[in-house]
């Protein structure tokens, strides 16, 4: 029973490992690419709407802020750092999706093509990432200058 137990463990496990990077079908690839499009279109629709709400809320408190012009300054200065906060979750939503998307692309390669490919994505995707965060940091900074 013992033996059994293991044979039934190694047959599963070679499977299992059989499958990985294992090149899809042309329709298969399509289908879930076209899946991942639409979930990163519906992420990043959500994302920009919330944004959209954090400019508009940041723009409220600027025009309720008392004439004091240190009231009005840092009504600005908090929405200008809410805004690059918001703009950031977006351009990451973005690069997620587009990570995704670039992945399903790499499934429909052969399988001694699909690391190199996954690994060009993720390469592309820390670039996206990089570059979000230096246009935050950047908008935060002059948000900072601001206070000052």
Known sequence: MKNLTRTLLALSCALALSACNKQETPAETQSDVNEAQVEAQADVTEAASDAIGTAAEGSQDIADASGDRSDVNDAATD??????????????????????????????????????????????????????????????????????
Do not use: F
Request: proline share 0%; hydrophobic share 40%; aromatic share 2%.
């Open 79 to 148: 929405a200008m750092e809410n805004n690059a906060s918001a703009r950031y979750d977006v351009e990451i939503t973005k690069a997620d999706g587009e990570l995704k998307v670039a992945k399903e692309k790499c499934d429909a390669l052969a399988a001694n093509m699909q690391d190199a490919c996954d690994k060009t994505a993720d390469a592309a995707y820390e670039t996206a990432k990089a570059a979000a965060v230096t246009q935050r940091d950047a908008k935060e900074a002059s948000a900072d200058a601001m206070k000052k």
